[in-house]
C-alpha cells in the first residue's frame, strides 16, 4: 500500500494548476519532528498565510530540491494528485 496526496480540489478553487502549485504550496522541515510541514495557500501571494498545514511524518521532502523540485516529483510518482 502507499500513500497518495490528493488536494487537486485545494488547488482548483485556488486556480493553481499542476505547472503553477509552487506558488500555492510551500515545503519545509522540522528536524526535530522529521517532518516534512506543508503549507496551502488559497492565494499565490508571496505574503499569503497558509489555510491549511499538512504534516508528512517521518519524511524530509525538502531533500528533493525546491518547491517545484517537490511537486515534480510528487507528481511523477504519483504521490500527488493535483487534479481536481
Given at each position: 500500500?502507499?500513500?497518495l496526496?490528493?488536494?487537486?480540489?485545494v488547488?482548483?478553487?485556488?486556480?493553481?494548476?499542476a505547472?503553477?502549485?509552487a506558488?500555492?504550496?510551500?515545503?519545509?522541515?522540522d528536524?526535530?519532528?522529521?517532518?516534512t510541514?506543508?503549507?496551502v495557500?488559497?492565494?499565490?501571494?508571496?505574503?499569503?498565510?497558509?489555510?491549511?498545514?499538512?504534516?508528512?511524518?517521518g519524511?524530509?521532502?525538502?531533500?528533493?530540491g525546491?518547491?517545484?523540485?517537490?511537486?515534480?516529483?510528487?507528481?511523477?510518482?504519483?504521490?500527488?494528485?493535483?487534479?481536481?
Open positions: 500500500s502507499s500513500d496526496l490528493q488536494i487537486g480540489e488547488l482548483e478553487s485556488a486556480g493553481a494548476s505547472d503553477n502549485a506558488a500555492w504550496l510551500h515545503f519545509t522541515y528536524a526535530a519532528s522529521d517532518a510541514i506543508v503549507e495557500k488559497s492565494q499565490a501571494d508571496a505574503g499569503a498565510s497558509a489555510e491549511t498545514t499538512i504534516v508528512l511524518a519524511v524530509n521532502l525538502t531533500a528533493l525546491s518547491d517545484g523540485d517537490i511537486i515534480s516529483h510528487l507528481l511523477s510518482s504519483w504521490t500527488l494528485h493535483a487534479d481536481g
